[in-house]
């Protein structure tokens, strides 16, 4: 295995929020899901849950559904920056918060379990990392996270295969990007924080 190689794909990851409308072939769903599969978890615990949606008609709904639960919310003075700008997006009936790719995977873990996000963290990392290697763009989603709680999200999950007991630690928005190439855009950003400190 190259490190360098490795390394790359890492540097050169960058989210994608236009995507084209095109089917995403089983092969490459299947490795990345397999590369989600395989991430680390607390004690081996394996508890992460993947629903992968490719239904039209189940991504449109849940989109509707996430906008008008968020256009019931005010912004508050303090709230994160990025769930504000979901509240204020979701005004607009256009809004689409998981950018019309073809496919949104969401990925749960037991709430009763202390390590849920950090497992989930770790299968979305390496999903994304995955739709690299394949020139592939996705973006981590938020939205259902930051609704994991509503009661009318919840029913809806529930009907998809959430468990009651799970709750929503983050999503993958994957497609094939909408760009002049057909490829993800890798232009490293610039690392202007992050600090490193060693001890030796």
């Known amino acids: 295995m190259n490190a360098d190689d ?25 490795q990345i899901i397999e590369a989600g599969r395989y991430a ?8 992460t849950h993947f629903l992968v ?3 039209k008609e189940v ?7 996430v906008r008008q639960e968020f256009s019931k919310m005010e912004v508050t003075e303090g709230m994160y920056r990025s769930l504000a700008a979901a509240v204020r997006a979701s ?3 256009s809004y ?14 037991r709430r009763s379990y202390c390590n849920n996000m950090a497992d989930s963290s770790c299968a979305l990392e390496n999903m994304m990392i ?16 930051w609704l994991t709680d509503n009661p009318v999200i919840r029913e809806y999950l529930a009907g998809l295969g959430i468990p009651g007991e799970a ?16 490829l993800p855009d890798r232009r490293p950003l610039p690392r202007t924080g992050n600090p490193v400190s060693y001890i030796d």
């Not at 890492?10 to 092969?27: A, N, V």
């Not at 991504?59 to 559904?65: H, I, P, S, T, V």
Request: proline letters at 4%.
């Open 40 to 47: 680390p978890s607390g004690g081996n615990s394996q508890t």
């Open 59 to 65: 991504l449109r709904e849940l989109a509707d559904l």
């Open 130 to 145: 995955m739709a690299n290697a394949l020139d592939l763009g996705s973006c981590w989603i938020n939205q259902v996270h």
């Open 91 to 93: 005004r607009d009936e």
């Open 53 to 55: 949606i490719r239904k």
């Open 6 to 30: 490795a390394l790359e794909l890492i540097r050169s990851r960058r989210s994608t929020r236009r995507f084209l409308d095109k089917p995403l072939e089983d092969e490459k769903l299947e």
């Open 96 to 109: 689409v918060f998981h950018y019309s790719a073809p496919v949104l995977i969401l990925v749960a873990n």
């Open 167 to 182: 709750c929503v630690c983050g999503g993958l928005a994957v497609g094939y990007p909408d760009t002049a190439d057909g």
